[in-house]
């Protein structure tokens, strides 16, 4: 562990993934922001960090205006990525637009589908209700014997390079000045509706202007040291990458099949997904692996929707975990009412990694003007968690 530079800082992230990253590039490139910034970061590595461990997919696909907004300026940012980055180095991303597909196997949800892709169109979204027999003429490969209903799109929606942007992000940051101390949290000092002093593993003491909890799974716990409830709670998220003995003649949808199992291309090869059969919460630093799942549940629900998969050879696995917030799916952002200089960037609930561009610009007109101005977050704002009045997701993977 290292020693800060100095003892008081206008802002401090408590942690330095994708979403501290992102919340640190925006703040120090804001031209009416002329503090200091410290990330602090307990694992350096990001061995275990959602960061690490996600499929680096975006969706318009959400059943609330709100994330679909989220999601497109994702997109746009996306696109944009080489010119934001001032640098001549930085370089020109894409996104592999093979699209989401879900597959209905009932009408009910079928219903759903086809109330959110009103929702999207509206919003300028490609998405479009298909029949089955619309799916196999475009993607042959699928069995189709159960399915009653699919949901695709294939504007702004597929893979792109999360690690790359992760790079650049804190590439940029340190070049705007922004500090990142490798050091733990451990303690938040209080004075009537603020919190004043941050106390580290290493035993360094902080004053702080601001604080933002982007701490992942952990963001519980930093919100438990200012007396703050949050639902937030890490839940094992399983991925697979296969190889395929009889390839599929294109991209691969990422698939959300009704058995639970997602899958999509990955190069030449296949990535696949899902939760364990006992999807209750863990400890943050449990990552081991039940290589019963792939066998038994995994292997048979993709050979059963695409028939080609019944000869793949698995190559690797790895565990990561969504911070789930188990009040309603969605991410908590911004300011508490209790405490109005410590905000809130925590339970992405697997949607961290795409809406990491609007989250930092959001947090950033936060922290730096005092409110949202280029897209209104208050509905994730933390005020929902002690109403319990939670904005429902329903286009959940």
């Known amino acids: 562990m290292s020693a800060p530079a100095h003892d008081r800082y206008d802002i401090v992230i408590v942690g330095g993934g994708m979403i501290g990253s992102s919340i640190a590039w925006w703040c120090a490139r804001d031209p009416d922001f002329d503090g200091r910034i410290l990330v602090v970061e307990a694992d350096p590595t990001f061995e275990h960090a959602a960061t690490s461990h996600t499929n680096s997919c975006i969706r318009q696909q959400f059943g609330t205006e709100l994330n679909i907004r989220i999601s497109q300026f994702g997109a746009a940012f996306i696109r944009d990525f080489a010119g934001l980055m001032e640098d001549p180095e930085a370089p020109a991303l894409t996104i592999r637009t093979?699209?989401?597909?879900?597959?209905?196997?009932?009408?009910?949800?079928?219903a759903v589908l086809a109330e959110q892709q009103l929702l999207q169109a509206s919003l300028g979204a490609g998405t479009r209700m298909m029949t089955p027999d619309e799916i196999a003429a475009a993607y042959p490969f699928y069995a189709l014997d159960d399915i009653v209903a699919g949901s695709h799109n294939t504007r702004d929606e597929g893979y792109f390079d999360g690690g790359t942007i992760f790079h650049w992000l804190r590439k940029r940051a340190r070049a705007l000045g922004v500090e990142t101390l490798h050091d733990r949290v451990t303690d938040l000092t209080l004075a009537v509706d603020r919190v004043t002093h941050v106390t580290l593993a290493s035993g360094a003491r902080i004053a702080?202007?601001?604080?933002?909890?982007?701490?992942?799974?952990?963001?519980?716990?930093?919100?438990?040291?200012?007396?703050?409830?949050?639902?937030?709670?890490?839940?094992?998220?399983?991925?697979?990458?296969?190889?395929?003995?009889?390839?599929?003649?294109?991209?691969?949808?990422?698939?959300?099949?009704?058995?639970?199992?997602?899958?999509?291309?990955?190069?030449?090869?296949?990535?696949?997904?899902?939760?364990?059969?006992?999807?209750?919460?863990?400890?943050?630093?449990?990552?081991?692996?039940?290589?019963?799942?792939?066998?038994?549940?995994?292997?048979?629900?993709?050979?059963?929707?695409?028939?080609?998969?019944?000869?793949?050879?698995?190559?690797?696995?790895?565990?990561?975990?969504?911070?789930?917030?188990?009040?309603?799916?969605?991410?908590?952002?911004?300011?508490?009412?209790?405490?109005?200089?410590?905000?809130?960037?925590?339970?992405?609930?697997?949607?961290?990694?795409?809406?990491?561009?609007?989250?930092?610009?959001?947090?950033?007109?936060?922290?730096?003007?005092?409110?949202?101005?280029?897209?209104?977050?208050?509905?994730?704002?933390?005020?929902?968690?002690?109403?319990?009045?939670?904005?429902?997701?329903?286009?959940?993977?």
């Not at 990955?266 to 997904?273: E, F, L, N, P, Q």
């Open 208 to 397: 702080c202007g601001q604080i933002v909890n982007a701490a992942g799974t952990r963001s519980a716990d930093i919100a438990a040291m200012a007396g703050l409830s949050l639902p937030v709670v890490p839940h094992k998220r399983y991925t697979f990458i296969f190889d395929a003995e009889d390839p599929l003649p294109r991209d691969l949808p990422l698939t959300i099949d009704p058995s639970g199992i997602h899958v999509r291309s990955d190069g030449a090869s296949y990535m696949a997904g899902c939760a364990p059969d006992d999807d209750g919460p863990v400890d943050p630093a449990d990552f081991a692996i039940d290589h019963d799942l792939w066998q038994d549940t995994v292997w048979p629900a993709l050979a059963h929707r695409i028939p080609a998969f019944e000869r793949i050879r698995l190559r690797t696995t790895w565990v990561g975990h969504y911070d789930t917030n188990t009040l309603d799916r969605n991410a908590v952002l911004g300011p508490d009412p209790r405490l109005p200089n410590f905000h809130f960037a925590s339970g992405f609930s697997g949607h961290g990694l795409q809406q990491s561009p609007a989250v930092g610009r959001g947090l950033a007109e936060m922290l730096v003007h005092g409110r949202w101005r280029s897209l209104d977050l208050s509905p994730l704002g933390p005020g929902r968690i002690a109403a319990n009045e939670p904005l429902l997701e329903r286009a959940i993977i």
């Open 98 to 110: 093979f699209g989401y597909m879900y597959l209905a196997a009932d009408p009910a949800f079928a």
